[in-house]
């Protein structure tokens, strides 16, 4: 079973959207302290990666995937 990471997931999808940690901290009212901390965490709630998968618009399944160790 491959194990889904993610602060990688979540890093490669800000890449592919052009989207930087403090335009996401902004939209999610966070500081960018905690972006930083959700970029390199490993796991994550259903419910964070459905709110950033809403953010930078891409589906869940993909946004997992991308995020395979």
Same mark, same amino acid.
């Not at 997931?9 to 966070?30: C, D, E, W, Y």
């Given at each position: 079973?491959?194990?889904?990471?993610?602060?990688?997931?979540?890093? /490669?999808?800000?890449?592919?959207?052009?989207?930087?940690? /403090?335009? #996401?901290?902004?939209?999610?009212?966070?500081?960018?302290?905690?972006?930083?901390?959700?970029?390199?965490? /490993?796991?994550?709630? #259903?419910?964070?990666?459905?709110?950033?998968? /809403?953010? #930078?618009?891409?589906?869940?399944?993909?946004?997992?995937?991308?995020?395979?160790?």
């Amino acid at each position: 079973i491959k194990m889904i990471d993610f602060g990688k997931a979540l890093r /490669t999808a800000q890449i592919k959207k052009n989207v930087t940690s /403090t335009q #996401l901290a902004g939209k999610f009212g966070v500081s960018r302290q905690q972006m930083h901390r959700w970029r390199h965490q /490993t796991t994550a709630s #259903l419910s964070l990666v459905d709110k950033m998968c /809403t953010e #930078l618009q891409m589906d869940e399944i993909r946004f997992l995937k991308l995020g395979k160790e």
